[in-house]
């Protein structure tokens, strides 16, 4: 299949953008979706925010270096990749802390509106930090979680619920929602529509407000490769804009901040969801990553991910391997990745890295491998799964250092 | 003065020290209570965070360079600075986010003991952003906001009081509360302390264990040289840890994140108050501020800042120079910095940035010089003192462009 694989490279109008990333030698990366990887923009993009714009112009480069309009500056380019305007996005804190403002602006909504509905619908088996922050507000006493198999979804919609809260891409099987229907499902019942995107944005074409969405978060880290823990991003529809009122109402939130008033004024839109100081630092690298996925287009980048997943199969197919594939195995209906169930996942993924091909394993028993269009090859794929096929056949898996358990899996 | 200034610099003993900041030639900074300066070390470990554990490590650095437990080492090594235990303290997110975290824990705690106090109590010109998120939880109909001037903090301190929440080192005046005597004063009346350590932790010792205090948060990127918007810090007492309950609770915070459990389980302590996945590139800039002033030590930190501020007094009076003082005259009972009154504070603001000399500007009419003592010598005071009267004796802080707000003061 290496053949092959070099001739669809050698086709690929994308493989000049694999440059644009600094790669690891002998590393084929699967695992773009859980950390994207380094521009290679970046390290001086960051050294001059560091040497020059702090280190030189200290606290002047909130003015002359714009650090106070990141947020939004950020959210502005991200904004295309998710089908919204751009002061529709903001960028800001972590996935988590936004998904809290968001349920909490969903809740006061419904409440401006004469609601009384405090239920947030989830699916169970959604990523966890979107079921724990809406416990965090049940334990408030503020909302109520409910959670329906996502077949079972639309009947669980009754005049309870505020918010319908999914994630576009699941992070463990690669499972699309229907935005759309499932956007029109939740507002025939009256609820609001609450869609985390950190599994598909930069790596499939999101339409927000064509499937007429009102509020979403994302991740910055994986497809947008901003880095370890980079900031994320929030969007709020504009039609949402002037009832938008979120409990984390910090001054960098605040309509005039530098007045110093005691009183709280939210800023009118997105930027009312800014609470605390922006890490520049870690903004600047997000925005250097954003940049980049926004160059490339993600018309693109989809077209090259199912390209690349399907030809991943293809070679599995043909060493004659059949794994248990829990993705879907249509992929117009799956993100940017393949997950496959295996008793022994943990230790296949383990014995996987050791030959440094670096997927990733989630508990239970999957082994889930990532496509990240900007910088993978179809020779990484051909090699891959080989790499796989061997340490099947081989049984080398089965070493007892791959089943020792690391701190983060 | 000049002679004197560096007679003291000459037997200072903590002169090496500026050495170890990368500070901007012609520039004497008197801002570094607002954003620290550069350490010299930071520009390279950043880039052997970004080059090496993002870009070649990629996401076995979780593991390998532990950025796991970031949170946890850096809170440990801001521990000893504060008078803390270092499991009692962590760094994460901002100031504001970790204010609701805890006022939020606070009303927990109060409700677990049975009582329904619902009271957060602090003063009218109170840092804004500790106001405004007092309003956040007022909006969610969780808390009520209480503003008393601090002369009558203890008068206003009755039986619905939660919570006692106050800056330590007064951001505008630098004024300083007694920490112990507060804090006797709250749990006299049943409620909890919160101490804001923005202004203070850093530059001079603070002794929350000793002060018997509940709960503090602070911030990374003034006294602790963390790099613009580093994350923050927050503090909970050992004795508290059990009942610790905070409604952010992200998969960061939970105890086991990567069981991806639909059900949320706090971890034990502190641990518990994190939430996102903490932005790795900012943790580490941050990890090297806190290293230094660590390594400087606040008590050495505390003595410097007082000769120097008393010092710039001193040359401001041989000059025949009396400003409106705001901060207390005494050096016991200030932090850091002189702030002056004046009409036209904005104008000599920025007539004093052109010169070189970096303070700034609070409405409506402050002047605030700040003294970070790792990095400022004698003879910037002298310097910045002469500055300052030809400012005003020439007047040239009239013109024009000084008057001309920028975004951000």
């Known amino acids: 299949m290496l053949e092959k694989a070099r001739e669809l490279d050698a086709a690929d109008s994308l493989a000049p953008f694999r440059d644009r990333f600094d790669l690891p030698e002998g590393v084929i990366y699967l695992d773009g979706n859980s950390l994207g990887c380094l521009p290679r923009a970046t390290p001086a993009r960051l050294a001059e925010v560091v040497a020059q714009e702090w ?5 002047r480069s909130w003015n002359s270096a714009d650090w106070i309009s990141l947020p939004q500056r950020i959210g502005g380019k991200i904004a295309p990749l998710v089908g919204a305007q751009a002061h529709e996005v903001i960028a800001c804190d972590s996935v988590s802390v936004n998904l809290f403002k968001l349920i909490s602006a969903a809740l006061a909504m419904q409440a401006q509106n004469g609601k009384r509905r405090k239920v947030i619908l989830s699916e169970p088996g959604n990523f966890p930090t979107d079921l724990y922050m809406i416990e965090g507000l049940e334990a408030q006493g503020l909302a109520e979680r409910r959670l329906a198999p996502r077949e079972s ?5 009754d005049e309870d619920v505020a918010l319908l809260l999914l994630t576009h891409a699941h992070y463990k099987t690669g499972e699309l929602f229907d935005m759309a229907a499932l956007t029109r499902a939740a507002h025939a019942a009256g609820a609001l529509v609450l ?3 950190s599994h598909s944005c930069g790596a499939l074409p999101v339409d927000l407000n064509g499937c ?11 497809y947008l490769n901003g880095g370890p823990g980079a900031p994320a991003f929030a969007f709020v529809a504009e039609r949402h804009h ?8 910090g001054w960098m939130g605040h309509a005039a901040p530098f007045a110093f008033s005691d009183d709280y004024q939210p800023a009118p839109g997105v930027d009312s969801l800014l609470c605390g100081t922006a ?13 980049l996925i926004a160059e490339i287009g993600v018309a693109r980048l989809h077209a090259k991910s199912q390209a690349l ?14 794994l248990d594939l829990v993705s879907p195995p249509d992929p117009a ?6 997950s496959f169930r295996h008793p022994q996942a943990y230790a296949l993924s383990q014995a996987l890295i050791a030959r440094g091909v670096i997927g990733d394993f989630r508990d239970p028993d999957i082994l889930r491998l990532g496509f990240a269009p900007a910088y993978l090859r179809f020779e990484d794929m051909a090699e891959a799964a080989r790499h796989l096929g061997e340490v099947l056949a081989t049984g080398e898996w089965q070493r007892p250092e791959f089943a020792q358990r690391a701190a983060v899996t």
Chains 1, 2 share one sequence.
Request: proline share 3%.
């Open 55 to 59: 280190g030189k112009n200290l606290i």
């Open 153 to 157: 979804i639309a009947d669980a919609m």
């Open 195 to 197: 869609w985390d995107l």
């Open 212 to 222: 007429e969405a009102d509020l979403a978060v994302g991740c910055g880290y994986k």
């Open 242 to 249: 002037d009832a938008l009122q979120q409990p984390l109402s």
């Open 279 to 291: 890490p520049i630092l870690a903004m600047a690298a997000l925005e250097v990553g954003v940049e």
């Open 309 to 322: 997943s399907e030809f991943f199969r293809e070679c599995l197919a043909a060493q004659g391997l059949e």
């Open 333 to 338: 209906k799956r993100g940017s990745q393949l």
